[in-house]
């Protein structure tokens, strides 16, 4: 893929890298100066000082052939003004727009005519209050967030002392609302489960689940063969 990032704090640094690592090509646009210049030696993509709100620098970052823009500074209303110019000169581009201030973020997904202009609206304040708050209520965890579901993706680290191990997952007795998707044994193997698949003795679990499930969840996996 190829991406345009507006902003390269540390959210669009971290994004810029993360894609890098992968394999995408990345351009940032970056209106300091100096932090323009750093950043020309931190990535191997181009970097642009200017502005994403001006039509000339998403041009002159091709725009046109974007698969993705990504409006990652920390001022939502310039946010929001590149991602409506970004999809005018680009329709087909995903655009992603970050918004720090999570009553901006409701009403940008409320109003009908601004909703056209962005495909995803994403607020790292809102996100991370989230993953704290979760993580002060059910402890534990290594977690991925669906808040608007109230669900959570949560890894779980068994080994030989736990009760589980070498369980069937049909016959762990998960509680309802909650499902593995998947297990990694020992040596970092795969496994796709199904309800006949047999736990390793030490590795990891991969479960989807409700958040008023995570307790029960957690008091079933963490319970040692000891405590029996």
Known sequence: MFVVIMGAGRVGYLVAK???AEGHDVTIIEMDKERAKELSLLINGLVIEGDATNQKTLEEANIKQADAFAALTGRDDANLLACILAKHLNPKVTTILRVSNPKNKEV???VEDLKRYFDFVISP???AANYIFRSIVTPGFDRVLFPKEGAEIVQFRIDENSEVAEKVVKDLGLPKDS???AIYDEKGNLIIPSGDTKLPKKGQIIIFAKNSALKDIKSL???KKSEE
Do not use: C, R
């Open 18 to 20: 993360m894609l890098e």
């Open 108 to 110: 940008f997904e409320k």
């Open 179 to 181: 499902l593995i998707v």
């Open 221 to 223: 996996l963490e319970k």
């Open 125 to 127: 304040e809102e996100i």
